[in-house]
């Protein structure tokens, strides 16, 4: 068994407790024991598990594995930590708001002989794999995706950091990309801000990436693909799965720890995930510039 510790008690962190102690049945994730929360608030015991200090579970031996679910600035400090003190790390994305520090991450995370790994729940979604169906083994023309929600809680970074989401959508569909352009409307009287990014694929195929948020905007994501052959103007609906998206992504962060995701699943996942902090770097500095 793993003992864990869930850092942050906010949705993520509620809901990384509620599935390690209802795990899917026969699932990997059976593997894990809850042991305690972390938090800078003084709490209440969370579905019947208890806060400890950070001090504690860093240092106690049954704890083994932290889940980071605290807002997006601090993840980096967490993880590190936890790392250093030897233990495996399930860190919800985006693991850092810079990409160096991702990249020193994970040598810390090889140095100490631990799992450090970015749940992308995104990718899970049974709308998105029907798209990715949809799309395969068609040739891309040009595109645009589109997302819109409410404005983020202080702490969630730039743009491009939180909506890192959508960003590795694009990736995960098309492959490696560069940045061409990339510009940041703000309006803070009204909470606004749009930004808007021109990407390449590797055959020189435009996309565009816009993350716009404001009071009461509907969270939703618009799609326009045009392939060679047809185009793509809607995101399929397809009824979700019987199993939830962090339970998912609990089983697969348990298979890794009991060596059951081979190697080189988890390098492409780290090239992938590496990648789109890559780029939300340069889009940063270019919106920035
Ligand atoms: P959240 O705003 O609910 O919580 C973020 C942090 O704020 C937590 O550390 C929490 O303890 C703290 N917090 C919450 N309420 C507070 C309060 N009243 N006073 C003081 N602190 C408070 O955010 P979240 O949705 O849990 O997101 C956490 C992480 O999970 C982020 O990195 C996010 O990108 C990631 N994530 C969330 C979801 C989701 O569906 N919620 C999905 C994918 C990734």
Not at 189 to 204: D, F, G, P, R
Not at 237 to 249: A, E, H, I, N, T
């Amino acid at each position: 068994m793993f003992g864990a510790v869930v850092v942050g008690m906010g949705t993520a962190g509620s809901v990384r407790i509620r599935d390690m102690l209802a795990p899917l049945p026969g699932s990997t994730a059976e593997k894990f024991a809850v042991k305690g929360f972390v938090s800078r608030r003084s709490l209440e015991t969370q579905q019947g598990v208890s806060q400890i200090p950070v001090e504690e579970a860093l240092s106690r031996e049954d704890i083994h594995v932290a889940f980071i679910c605290t807002e997006n600035a601090s993840h980096e400090d967490n993880v590190r930590m936890f790392l250093q003190a030897g233990k495996h790390v399930c860190v919800e994305y985006p693991m850092t708001t810079n990409n160096k520090t991702a990249v020193e991450l994970w040598d810390l995370a090889q140095e100490k002989g631990v799992i450090l790994h970015e749940e992308h729940i995104e990718l899970l979604t049974e709308d998105y794999n029907q798209l990715k169906r949809e799309i395969e083994g068609k040739i891309l023309q040009e595109g645009t995706l589109h997302f819109t929600g409410g404005p983020l809680k202080p702490g969630f970074g730039f743009p491009a950091f939180s909506g890192i989401a959508r960003l590795t959508w694009l990736v995960d569909l098309f492959g490696k990309l560069s940045v061409t352009a990339a510009t940041l409307e703000e309006d803070s009287a009204k909470s606004y801000s749009k930004m808007t990014v021109k990407l390449l694929t590797s055959e020189n195929r435009p996309l565009t990436w816009i993350e716009e948020r404001q009071p009461h905007l509907p969270r939703s994501k618009n799609i326009h693909f045009q392939f060679e052959s047809c185009s793509l103007t809607q995101i399929p609906s397809v009824p979700r799965g019987k199993v939830g998206l962090f339970m998912q992504d609990l089983i697969h962060f348990s298979a890794k720890l009991v060596g059951q995701v081979i190697p080189d699943e988890s390098q492409r996942e780290k090239v992938r995930i590496l990648h789109c902090l890559e780029l939300a770097d340069t889009i940063q500095q270019l919106c920035q510039s």
